[in-house]
């Protein structure tokens, strides 16, 4: 008997929700060691299908067993991948804004004052190798991050900026969130990403960096404090030994030169 699939507009519209589900998976797992635990629950499958297949009645029982707990299985091994996903929903698509008509349909801008601000201070972080971590918000609000740190809501200035990360200030060791062209708050704990991809010389910073941008749509600065580079990080793509000049461009939204390192 011959089983013929209708190909119609519903079947690809199917086919093309299922392929970028699963892609949407693959980029959240992959470069982390959750990938190797995904690779080996897929190989798990196969097995257990070739078994059915060779009608091995007593591995296919047991195997099967383990198949029917499934999506238990799955939620405790990628219970910090599912906890991203959410987060990726939630945040980085701003579905937390879907009824704040004022901030759904007013798109985030800085001022040339905050910008300049901004550059000034990292340009002198660089100059003395001194750290920074940057985050300006774009449509979501952040204050779930801000409120691990200190609460400032002050106005945006060099002098400020440059007092914070001075290594010898209680505020200088975490990010300072920027929201609605003003600080919110400074010492913020940001999430670290797991990512083995990221190049070694690359410190906890950056990794920091990477990984807010990963579960949100907020754009980060980073100065490292070994060399002295600024680097700018959205969607989850960094390009580090940035000019102040394109910082400047960066922060305008504009990304014409931004070359992403993966």
């Given at each position: 008997?011959?089983?013929?699939?209708?190909?119609?507009?519903?079947?690809?519209?199917?086919?093309?929700?299922?392929?970028?589900?699963?892609?949407?998976?693959?980029?959240?797992?992959?470069?982390?060691?959750?990938?190797?635990?995904?690779?080996?629950?897929?190989?798990?499958?196969?097995?257990?299908?070739l078994?059915?297949a060779?009608?091995?009645?007593?591995?296919?029982?047991?195997?099967?067993?383990?198949?029917?707990?499934?999506?238990?299985?799955?939620?405790?091994?990628?219970?910090?991948?599912?906890?991203?996903?959410?987060?990726?929903?939630?945040?980085?698509?701003?579905?937390?804004?879907?009824?704040?008509?004022?901030?759904?349909?007013?798109?985030?801008?800085?001022?040339?004052?905050?910008?300049?601000?901004?550059?000034?201070?990292?340009?002198?972080?660089?100059?003395?190798?001194?750290?920074a971590l940057?985050?300006?918000?774009?449509?979501?609000?952040?204050?779930?991050?801000?409120?691990?740190g200190?609460?400032?809501?002050?106005i945006v200035?060099?002098?400020?900026?440059?007092?914070?990360?001075?290594?010898?200030?209680?505020?200088?060791?975490?990010?300072?969130?920027?929201?609605?062209?003003?600080?919110?708050?400074?010492?913020?704990i940001?999430?670290?990403?797991d990512?083995?991809?990221?190049?070694?010389?690359?410190?906890?910073r950056?990794?920091?960096?990477?990984?807010?941008?990963?579960?949100?749509?907020?754009?980060?600065?980073?100065?490292?404090?070994?060399?002295?580079?600024?680097?700018?990080?959205?969607?989850?793509?960094?390009?580090?030994?940035?000019?102040?000049?394109?910082?400047?461009?960066?922060?305008?939204?504009?990304?014409?030169?931004?070359v992403?390192?993966?």
């Open positions: 008997m011959l089983l013929f699939i209708t190909i119609n507009f519903y079947t690809i519209t199917d086919i093309l929700l299922a392929a970028f589900i699963f892609y949407q998976v693959y980029k959240l797992v992959k470069g982390t060691v959750a990938i190797n635990i995904f690779a080996g629950i897929f190989t798990f499958y196969v097995a257990w299908l078994v059915k060779l009608n091995l009645e007593l591995v296919s029982g047991i195997l099967g067993q383990f198949i029917g707990m499934g999506v238990i299985a799955l939620l405790i091994v990628f219970q910090q991948e599912v906890r991203r996903f959410l987060l990726l929903l939630g945040s980085k698509y701003n579905l937390q804004n879907i009824f704040n008509l004022e901030r759904l349909f007013t798109k985030t801008s800085i001022k040339d004052e905050v910008a300049a601000a901004i550059v000034q201070a990292c340009d002198y972080f660089s100059k003395t190798k001194t750290g940057i985050v300006l918000s774009q449509n979501s609000e952040l204050y779930n991050y801000a409120q691990t200190v609460l400032i809501r002050s200035s060099e002098e400020l900026l440059e007092n914070i990360f001075f290594k010898n200030s209680p505020l200088h060791d975490g990010a300072v969130i920027i929201a609605d062209n003003k600080i919110l708050a400074a010492r913020c940001l999430p670290v990403s990512n083995t991809n990221i190049p070694g010389s690359l410190g906890l950056h990794r920091a960096a990477i990984g807010m941008s990963a579960v949100t749509d907020a754009h980060i600065i980073v100065v490292s404090e070994e060399t002295g580079n600024i680097s700018f990080v959205k969607d989850g793509h960094f390009k580090v030994r940035i000019t102040p000049q394109e910082l400047n461009s960066f922060l305008h939204n504009d990304f014409t030169g931004f992403v390192n993966k």
